[in-house]
């Protein structure tokens, strides 16, 4: 059954988005200035960095899912898995990131076809994300700008392909049960994107 409605976020909603971009944010500043944070120096750009990077690589992916959920009259809310956050913020400061910060979830019973789609949203902002920024970054006027944006479009690919590998319940499965050639375009999408990051950068 559809629930027709205007895109909005509910009150428990947003307390789990801030919640979660905010220990993402810290936890991709530790790791990407731990250095510095240990002796106790606030790197403003690098701060700025990871907040761009978790509202760009996770937040609009999350709320691409929301947004076509929507469209086809399905409500649906983010909710953040806390232990999942806990291990990001914990992980971050052994030199990697093991990031599950909570998920859309989905009220209703979509078809496989609206499924398909409403997952498929998720790896498709990211594929346009990560070209959109890494074409930026070759015109950014200083190496710092050229750094940030190439980092994040890296990101951006990753999450992609992490999402689209068709285990468990990842968006990839749904998308393979869809259809199987926008699976496998998006799948190739990501790595050309993620390789060019190798080849170019």
Do not use: C, Q
């Amino acid at each position: 059954m559809r629930y027709p409605g205007n895109f909005r976020f509910y009150p428990e909603e947003k307390r789990d988005i801030a919640l979660a971009l905010l220990i993402l944010t810290f936890a991709f500043y530790i790791l990407i200035s731990r250095y510095l944070l240990f002796h106790g120096i606030i790197n403003l750009l690098d701060l700025l960095t990871a907040f761009l990077a978790v509202l760009i690589a996770f937040f609009l992916h999350e709320m691409a899912h929301k947004y076509v959920a929507f469209k086809y009259g399905y409500p649906a809310a983010f909710r953040a898995w806390k232990m999942g956050l806990l291990i990001a913020f914990l992980s971050s400061f052994m030199g990697f990131l093991f990031a599950a910060p909570g998920a859309v979830y989905v009220y209703g019973f979509p078809s496989k076809d609206e499924n398909g789609k409403i997952s498929a949203a998720g790896p498709i902002t990211n594929i346009i994300a990560g070209f959109s920024l890494l074409g930026a970054a070759f015109i950014m006027p200083f190496h710092y700008l050229f750094a940030m944006f190439a980092y994040i479009a890296s990101l951006n690919f990753f999450l992609a392909f992490f999402n689209l590998l068709p285990i468990g319940p990842m968006d990839g499965v749904k998308i393979l049960n869809w259809n199987i050639y926008i699976y496998i375009v998006l799948l190739m999408l990501s790595i050309a994107g993620f390789a060019s990051f190798y080849i170019f950068i």
